[in-house]
């Protein structure tokens, strides 16, 4: 199974130990070291401060981000975990991937959601309301631009109609695209759209917070993948989508290396094929550290 990293970049309590060019360059060159498959980052470009006060997190840009950590790395995987689609027109996100897919010799993986921060919306000029039709579209829109050197396409409020997107995305015909979300639609768009399912345990009242179907239990997750398979045979796709989780963890649980171990080997045996770990570390030294130390007594030890 490959294993992820959540970036700590979204630490701004610590500037000095996390906000630095050369805390990038120190924490890509541990995570390669160790053995993760790559790093992952979030996305929040302008939060309200009433989540931020009750648990949320800031997010730095993630393209940003991931460029800065591509440009320090050779083998890591870039991913978004997630980006919220309806935030962006589609065709600058679809710009946006291509450059960093070619620049960083084919290594991004899109996670895409459709976001649940209903004043992030408000600030963003984007319909709440509207969010999932609007990720169904986009991503197809992304998926127009990505598979001709000249495209059209009409969307809601906007046309392309013979534009290019040049170069196209290294990666053919794009780069993996994960689909976020715990909900029966988007476990359909998992397997009408996307590469891979890309859900996420919650707790009871992050699930009501984040509008999603709760999954706190791996019965949850088996019920899911029962689902997505149901889909699957709907709809004629013979080989479904992968299933990657966005974490091995519920919030706030706290395993030792011999219990990951087990859990990945369980989850491997449920089809699941990657999954995301939080490393804790006050400082980027600590961080580093934690993240060796995973390496070597979880990913050195897990079955091939």
């Known amino acids: ?43 929040h470009p302008c939060p309200t401060g009433r989540w931020l006060d009750s648990g949320g997190h800031h997010a730095q840009d993630p393209f940003v981000i991931l460029s800065l950590l591509a440009a320090v790395t050779k083998k890591l995987r870039l991913q978004t ?107 359909r768009r998992a397997v009408e759209l996307g590469d891979a399912w890309y859900p996420f345990f919650t707790a009871g009242p992050v699930s009501a917070t984040a509008r999603t179907t709760a999954m706190t239990s791996e019965t949850d997750l088996v019920e899911g993948i029962r689902y997505l398979h149901e889909h699957c045979a709907t709809v004629g796709r013979e080989r479904p989508p992968e299933i990657i989780l966005s974490s091995l963890t519920s919030p706030g649980e706290k395993l030792h ?18 999954a995301a770990l939080h490393i804790d570390g006050k400082t980027r030294a600590e961080w ?9 007594q979880v990913l050195a030890k897990l079955p091939t």
């Open 81 to 187: 975990g997630i980006l919220v689609l309806p935030y962006r027109n589609p065709f600058i996100t679809a710009r946006a991937v291509a450059t960093l897919d070619v620049f960083s010799g084919g290594r991004v993986t899109l996670g895409l959601g459709a976001g649940y921060l209903k004043g992030e919306y408000y600030a963003l000029g984007v319909d709440f309301e509207r969010r999932n039709d609007i990720e169904d579209e986009y991503i197809k829109a992304m998926k127009a631009a990505w598979g001709a050197e000249e495209f059209s396409f009409k969307g809601t409020g906007y046309e392309a109609r013979g534009n290019r997107i040049l170069p196209r995305p290294l990666q053919q015909p794009h780069p993996p695209l994960l689909i976020g979300g715990n909900s029966h639609r988007a476990i």
């Open 257 to 274: 290396p011999e219990a990951l171990i087990e859990r990945v080997s369980r989850y491997k045996e449920l089809g699941v094929t990657g």
């Open 288 to 296: 580093c550290d934690n993240a060796e130390r995973c390496g070597a």
């Open 1 to 43: 199974m490959k294993i992820n990293v959540t970036l700590p970049f979204d630490n701004i309590a610590n500037p000095e130990e996390f906000l630095r060019p050369e805390a990038v360059a120190e924490i890509g060159s541990a995570l390669e070291r160790a053995g993760f498959d790559g790093g992952n980052v979030t996305d």
